[in-house]
């Protein structure tokens, strides 16, 4: 018994037209939704390259901006240490000269020296533990 098999050319026709509409259609809702000009390179090669170069220039940028920051911010630890050591100096200083005058009893130079000390272990203690994002 001989089989025969039937090719309905039109439908196959309608099927491969169906099937490119429904890719066209596919494309055209892609670029809607994403509300994008480009949304891979087959859309536009030298714009995809352009704006692949905008964005790592932008990204570039972003970095540098946020390496400022982290610069400025080391420079404010810094200079709230140092400004807190200055303050103990300065405090030093003053105890120092108020010890010299001569007018002191023993104990109030002994309560002078025992501050000076406290003064120097804080400058200290500051040089020493003073970090940035520690």
């Avoid at 400022?68 to 303050?87: F, K, P, R, V, Y």
């Amino acid at each position: 018994m001989a089989q025969v098999i039937n090719t309905n050319s039109l439908s196959l026709l309608t099927q491969n037209n169906l099937n490119k509409s429904q890719s066209t259609l596919s494309s055209a809702i892609e670029r809607l939704s994403s509300g994008l000009r480009i949304n891979s390179a087959k859309d536009d090669a030298a714009g995809q390259a352009i704006a692949n170069r905008f964005t790592s220039n932008i990204k570039g940028l972003t970095q540098a901006s946020r390496n400022a920051n982290d610069g400025i911010s080391i420079a404010q630890t810094t200079e709230g240490a140092l400004n807190e050591i200055n303050n103990n100096l300065q405090r030093v200083r003053e105890l120092s000269v108020q010890a010299a005058n001569g007018s002191n009893s023993g104990s109030d130079l002994d309560s002078i020296q025992a501050e000076i000390t406290q003064r120097l272990s804080e400058i200290d203690r500051v040089s020493g533990q003073t970090q940035f994002n520690g």
